[in-house]
Antibody
Framework: EVQLVESGGGLVQPGGSLRLSCAAS????????MHWVRQATGKGLEWVSV???????YYSGSVKGRFTISRENAKNSLYLQMNSLRAEDTAVYYC?????????WGKGTTVTVSS | DIVMTQSPDSLAVSLGERATINCKSS????????????LAWYQHKPGQPPKLLIY???TRQSGVPDRFSGSGSGTDFTLTISSLQAEDVAVYYC?????????FGQGTKLEIK
């Protein structure tokens, strides 16, 4: 079964850090580009970052310089290191896989940034 | 950045009737070297991850009912549900994967009239 499972979400204070993980199974992880997409409560989907199967990385303007995406193909795992967190980063974070369009999605992990 | 604009923001349609959602990109998402349109449609229900419905603007994902169809070219695209079913109540998003950042439209909330 194709599966992505996110973990690492939680409550963090403004200015703090959090590391999200995404464990993949049931498909050839190393051949997929991997994304993070988020949705704040009551808002739409927002693309956050992608790491290509060759390791190239791209970020949205709202997180560039604060978030770092990485992957470990030997462990079929994707990560998102989030630093200098702000209240507006509060959201459900989904990992997703693509070869072009995103056709594999996890169920999401919730990040809350609040004092 | 490519801006994706959907219309309407919300839509109420009677069961069995047609639902049409529009999406406009601020620049072309047609890649001329392979003649493919880098546009996808997703269905998102509360408490669930987004579900891919349509890719390459008009190709239905495996397992998606044939009442869902996508069309369009250049910068204007349409998602059509030919005969609305109760389980189609959701928010629908278009998304371009032509260039980073891979932007989504703001979403269209579809309800039953």
């Amino acid at each position: 079964e194709v599966q992505l499972v996110e973990s690492g979400g939680g409550l963090v204070q403004p200015g703090g850090s959090l590391r999200l993980s995404c464990a993949a199974s049931g498909f050839t992880f190393s051949s997929y580009d991997m994304h993070w997409v988020r949705q704040a409560t009551g808002k739409g989907l927002e693309w956050v970052s992608v790491i290509g199967n060759a390791g190239d990385t791209y970020y949205s303007g709202s997180v560039k310089g604060r978030f770092t995406i990485s992957r470990e193909n030997a462990k079929n795992s994707l990560y998102l290191q989030m630093n200098s967190l702000r209240a507006e980063d509060t959201a459900v974070y989904y990992c997703a896989g693509s070869k072009n369009y995103m056709d594999v999605w996890g169920k999401g992990t919730t990040v809350t940034v609040s004092s | 950045d490519i801006v994706m604009t959907q219309s309407p923001d919300s839509l109420a349609v009677s069961l069995g009737e047609r639902a049409t959602i529009n999406c406009k990109s601020s620049q072309s998402v047609l890649y001329s070297s392979n003649n493919k349109i880098y546009l996808a449609w997703y269905q998102h229900k509360p408490g669930q991850p987004p579900k891919l419905l349509i890719y390459w603007a008009s190709t239905r994902q495996s397992g998606v009912p044939d009442r869902f169809s996508g069309s369009g070219s250049g910068t204007d695209f349409t998602l059509t549900i030919s005969s609305l079913q109760a389980e189609d109540v959701a928010v629908y998003y278009c998304q371009q994967y032509y260039s980073t950042p891979f932007t989504f439209g703001q979403g269209t909330k579809l309800e039953i009239k």
